[in-house]
């Protein structure tokens, strides 16, 4: 079985005001997108930024085989929502919420002070089944750290300004981690050791980020450290980012101003982590992958061919 994420990058059908402008872009795009999928054949895949769930559609279209859809109903204020690809297996929705969980309060979203109540993408969890696995999986899209400013602005005017809203986005990503967690939980239901569970997506900071650590659940244990190969209470609440797997040189999802990051994750339950056979990035036979650098104004890949980000992967045994 091979469980992937991916985002990919304003997946809208052409003529709209964030997709490709015609549809020869379009159907480049979606030709890009569509020759990494075939190639990685994913079980499963998380996909995030699907704009349009007609052009989804569409990229199943150009698979081979029996693949499904589904596709969350709580999308951002452009439309884009996260979603899974499922080859053959029909997936079971289990939950689908952008809800913080109580008591977490709601959070300052910008200078007016507006509350920020609910996450901007929902969370979407689902399970597939075959006679040997029963996996339940969540797949996200976290608060972006690239800023946007009121007016449309991508640009502060000042460096307070660029401060404030910097604040603002972790606050929010810090809330979506949480209420991320919490769905987590109720899918481990405590039983991390007999469950397949795992969470995977865009979570916009890298391993050792603290929203990204929120995920993890009780401390300790993570892959490399003394503490993985000794079995203990937490295991069955602790979630594995897998990143430790992934070859050094292929540690990495995004360009970011010329520099390589891994913002896209995987994460899995006790029962998942000590079968996974291999993990990586991009495609498994091409070695690192090759990825456009992107800069502060995301405008500037209106209508690009493939995505600006890799997929992330790993291979589980039985």
Known sequence: ???????????????????????????????????????????????????????????????DGDW?????????????????????????????????PEP????QGDDTGTPVTQAGRGFLAVEIATRAVVLKVAVCHLKSKLLSYPGGRFQPRDEGERARYGAYALYRRAAEATALRALADDLL?????????????DLNDEVQAATTQILLGPPGSEIGTAGYEHPDKGDEMRLWDVAPLIPADQRYSRVNSGRRELIDHLLVSHRLVHRITAAGTGLPDDGVPRLPSVGPDPEQRRGAPGSDHAPVWVRVGP
Do not use: C
Not at 45 to 54: A, F, I, N
Not at 104 to 107: A, D, G
Not at 189 to 201: K, M
């Open 1 to 63: 079985m091979l469980l992937a994420t991916w985002n990919l990058e304003n997946l809208y059908r052409p003529g709209g005001p964030f997709g490709p402008k015609d549809k020869a872009a379009y159907d480049t795009k979606l030709a890009a997108l569509a020759s990494v999928i075939t190639e990685l054949d994913p079980t499963l895949l998380g996909v995030q930024e699907v704009g349009d769930p007609g052009a989804l559609e569409d990229l199943a279209g150009l698979l």
């Open 68 to 100: 499904h859809i589904a596709l969350s109903e709580h999308a951002d204020s452009r439309g884009i929502r996260v979603g899974f690809l499922s080859h053959r297996l029909v997936p079971t929705v289990l939950a689908d919420t952008n809800s913080f």
């Open 104 to 107: 977490l309060w709601p959070v």
């Open 189 to 201: 239901a405590g039983e991390g050791r007999t469950r397949d569970v795992a969470v995977l997506g």
